[in-house]
């Protein structure tokens, strides 16, 4: 299942972050993740994503915690 960013212009970058204009704010690796959100990665594609660009063990569960928190937040949504 695919992810998809709701609103493109909801938001701006900063530095290597996610400002968006409701104030909610998102570090460098959220916006990695949100930035990823593009109607064609799923989240085992964004999972390995981090393996295969970053040195990290067990990310998994960060990166699906992230994602239930910007669902829940309405910056993302399910593709159907």
Not at 2 to 11: G, K, Q
Request: aromatic content about 12%; some cysteine; glycine content about 4%.
């Amino acid at each position: 299942m695919c992810l998809y960013v709701i609103n493109s212009r909801d938001y701006r970058k900063y530095g290597k972050g996610i400002l968006f204009n409701d104030g909610c704010a998102l570090n460098e690796t959220a916006s990695i993740v949100f930035e990823l959100c593009d109607g064609f990665h799923t989240i085992d594609s964004i999972i390995q994503y981090f393996y295969d660009h970053y040195i990290c063990n067990n990310i998994d569960n960060d990166v699906e915690d992230c994602i239930e928190q910007l669902l829940a937040l309405k910056k993302i949504r399910l593709c159907e």
